[in-house]
């Protein structure tokens, strides 16, 4: 699958990131803890490709796909709770930016464009990750899926993000590898691009979701930035 972008594309003057799939490359711990969860229910692994597709998703899809249980199942919440304890013990593990990740949030912080996190992960997760890694201290926001009583699809943690690192909406381009997270971008009149190195599976129909863009790799975010900074000299 390509990425594409206007010739000219519009502007922004901060990018907000989500974080499964987009920022960070967490499937190895996410996948890795559904396994030992699997293997202390004596049932064997599950290969990556067959997980990976939903770890964009949450706990929950994680455990529908890794047990093939529906939610009202009376075992779906226990089994759930168990596996954040594991995913806890080993958040940071094997969890790394995506390849160019680091170069991209490298060359906005050298022009001075504010950067952040959007995620539905809940800030008892999101905060130690991206602590662990360093980049909490290096981020303008953090909004996680539970500092607000609503969460992505919703606009509204992206419009507080807007207001945290002081930007209007239409300043910001929002990235994501999910549905909603267009949606919510749309709905808070962002510029949304689809990462389509993050966790896109083969049912998911990106070129449907109204993005503004697809990017295929971290790099091609600077195409949305402000025309008069695209050129600007590092420092």
Known sequence: MKASAPLVPPSARAVLFDLDGTLLDTAPDLIGSLNALRAEQGMEPLIAGHLQPVVSHGSGAMVQRGFDLAPTDPRFEPLRQRFLTLYRERVS????????????????????????????????????????????????CIVSGDTLPIRKPHPAPLLLACERIGRAPSDCVFVGDALRDIQAGRSAGMLTLVALFGYIGAEDHVRLWGADGLVGTPAEVLRWIAPELRAAPTR
């Open 93 to 140: 593990r094997d969890t790394r930016a995506f390849a160019g990740m680091d170069e991209l949030l490298e060359a906005l912080e050298a022009r001075g464009i504010p950067w952040g996190v959007v995620t539905n992960k809940p800030g008892w997760l999101t905060e130690p990750l991206l602590e662990d890694l360093g980049y909490a201290a290096r981020s303008a």
